[in-house]
């Protein structure tokens, strides 16, 4: 069964930064491509950073990009988003995902727990 566990969220001030992780759990994660997702209150899930299964390209949403890294060691078979430069609107629950590199499509049929960004003075 293929398990991923996010975690690396946390309060933060507007314009400072957090890295998130995510890990695999039962596979190997560098066959895999993975994305980013955000979901905020009362908002849809949105995709925000999608990683190939190299991590030889990325793709970022305009929101995000100049703020973001995302990146793997699949030697610890996991991938992080460095966030830099926070805002309020950053504010979500994160999630991450097995997805289809071409589109960031998600291709998981349920979401783990994600982890809690929020960005507040």
């Known amino acids: 069964q293929l398990q991923l566990v996010e975690s690396g969220g946390g309060l933060v001030q507007p314009g400072g930064s957090l890295r998130l992780s995510c890990a695999a759990s039962?596979?190997?994660?560098?066959?895999?491509?993975i994305g980013w997702f955000r979901q905020a209150p009362g908002k849809e899930r949105e995709g925000v950073s999608c990683?190939?299964?190299?991590?030889?390209?990325?793709k970022y949403t305009d929101s995000v990009k100049g703020r973001f890294t995302i990146s793997r060691d699949n030697a610890k078979n996991t991938v992080y988003l460095q966030m830099n430069s926070l805002k309020p609107e950053d504010t979500a629950i994160y999630y991450c995902?097995?997805?289809?590199?071409?589109?960031?499509?998600?291709?998981?049929?349920?979401w783990g727990q994600g982890t809690q960004v929020t960005v507040s003075s």
């Open positions: 995902a097995v997805i289809r590199f071409r589109g960031c499509v998600s291709l998981m049929t349920s």
């Open positions: 039962g596979f190997t994660l560098d066959d895999y491509a």
């Open positions: 990683i190939s299964s190299s991590g030889g390209s990325t």
